[in-house]
């Protein structure tokens, strides 16, 4: 039983690190648009973009084997 | 409703809270980087560091060919001079500019400059001195008056700088021949509070230039009657599509005179579709005294006439004649000159103090100098074609009655020491040693009125005459720019 609510934390941990890469992503980009460079300048946004894609995928592939 | 808020907080996860409260801080640090609001913040960009996490604010060195940049390396200026940008997401009022280097130059370059693109119309930029060798190397020789601003004395002629000051004002320094006080004085990113005067064998006439002129030219007059009338005729080529604003300004030190303008009203001119325009400038003004003229226009005009009052003029700097179809005489008293040739069809030979010279590279700025040095003795240019750019550190003249030449000598790569300058007077500090074989130096600049273009600030290093040697570079290791400006709380609140 403890060891179902371990696997469904972790799972739930992932799923937020996903919404968070993916919020934080959309928020650069939105940013960016609105004033150009602010964030491009500091912060290469292909490094966020692949942490989501990176997460999102390993999300789909634990959710596959669930 | 405000329980039903609480009820639906309380239900998302402790997780989920936490990072939105990290994208509520990530959008509010940004926002603070994009206001600046303490009105100062530094930006840097270390050439040596191999991990850079973001694009910086400084742009990469242009033109290309003039830097030298393999990975591992520092980039390696080459050229002159070198171009870099800088993003910044709002304006200042300031910029200090720290530039860390390591320098393999020759004893003939001895000058290294930071500056700012000042003027987007003419492309003025404001320099400032990084390193002078000239000037460090006399350092230890010289006797020292001062060091803001540096003075430098041959002898130990003054004990303060007070009587220094007086004295130079008056026109009248201690070794110095009472009339030849500009031979007696060097200056180096100072300019000198000092009245001059002039005598000229023949009377004052009114003028008439008809050879054509393109693109900004400066002029130093010294009329001998209390009222100065100047028109200038000039044709705007069109062929940018950029509007060619016209302005003639009349200053005396820093003091603007009188300003004339002219807006370009045509704002989509078809190629190649010349105006004529024409331009006034009438003021009353003290005689004897010398006054600056600046023809303010971009290189898409061209002065076809000028027509002034006085005589008394002559051309600071540059000329760049062109579609003139004639001989062209032209006189300067500087040893050296600068010409590049707009074309293959205005190379040429020509005759510059009765020495023959050979301008044989089109596009490309050649430097002739005289072998035999005569000292501020009158040189005739004589040119067969034009569309040729001449530049010198002096003056120029079309007529050799009424030459003169109100500028300090400068302390650049062409200074050459002689026993009359007895003066050195300079706004300027040595660089430092920051580690082993870096230097640093830093530069201030004003940045109200600079020219800006998409949120950039446009910066440049020069090292004149660096690419005469193939030895020769500068090594780039940091450059770190300071920029202050007004405050939030100024901005709300003091506007």
Known sequence: MNFFYKKKEKLVFWEELFYFFFSLTTVAIFLEIIFPRII?????????ILATTLSGLYLLIKNKSK | ????????????????????????????????????????????????????????????????????????????????????????????????????????????TPIIEAGILADGIVWRYDLKPIENRLIDNLYSSWRLLSSEPLIMQQDAYYQDQESFFSDLKAGNLKGCQTDRI???????????????????????????????????????????????????????????KNNDPIKLILSQGKKIIAQSDLADENRAPTGGQEEIKTLYLEDKIKAKELYKLEIKISDDVVIKKIESSTNRLVFANKLWPVSWGKELRVY????????????????????FGQQSFSLSTPYEKQEFSLEQE???????????????????????????????????????????????????????????????????????????????ENDKYNFVISVPGIEKNPANYLAIEKIEIEFSGRTLGQKLFNF
């Open chain 2, 374 to 452: 005569n000292g501020n003795k009158l040189k005739e240019i004589h040119l067969v074609r034009d569309d040729v750019i001449i530049e010198t550190g002096g003056v120029f003249s079309f007529s050799r009655d009424n030459f003169f030449n109100p500028v300090v000598k400068k302390v650049d790569r062409y200074y050459q020491l002689r026993p009359e300058n007895r003066y050195i007077i300079a706004d300027y500090k040595g660089p430092q040693v920051y580690r082993g074989d870096i230097l640093v130096n830093e530069a201030e600049f004003d940045l109200q009125g600079v020219y800006r």
């Open chain 1, 40 to 48: 491009l300048a500091y912060l290469n946004i292909n490094y966020l």
């Open chain 2, 182 to 240: 500009l031979e007696c004085l060097a200056v180096y990113n100072y300019s000198p509070d000092l009245e001059v005067n002039f005598s000229f064998s023949e009377s004052e006439k009114p003028f008439q230039l008809d050879v054509p002129l393109r693109g900004a030219h400066t002029l130093f007059l010294y009329p001998e009657t209390d009222k100065l009338s100047f028109k200038v005729t000039v044709t705007d080529l069109n062929l940018d």
């Open chain 2, 332 to 351: 300067t008293d500087s040893p050296y000159l600068q010409l590049k040739a707009l074309g293959p069809a205005s190379c040429q030979d020509f005759i």
């Open chain 2, 1 to 108: 409703m405000k329980q039903k808020l609480l009820k639906k907080i309380k239900s998302i996860p402790t997780l989920r809270l936490f990072w939105l409260s990290l994208i509520v801080i990530f959008v509010i640090v940004f926002l603070t980087l994009k206001i600046v609001p303490g009105g100062k913040i530094t930006y840097r960009y270390n050439y040596a560091g191999k991990f850079h996490v973001g694009q910086g604010f400084i742009y990469n060195f242009t033109p290309p060919d003039r830097v030298v940049s393999k990975p591992g390396q520092l980039p390696k200026m080459i050229g002159d001079p070198l171009y870099f940008s800088v993003f910044t997401p709002r304006t200042f009022s300031k910029a200090k500019l720290k530039l860390y280097y390591r320098r393999n130059l020759d004893e003939k």
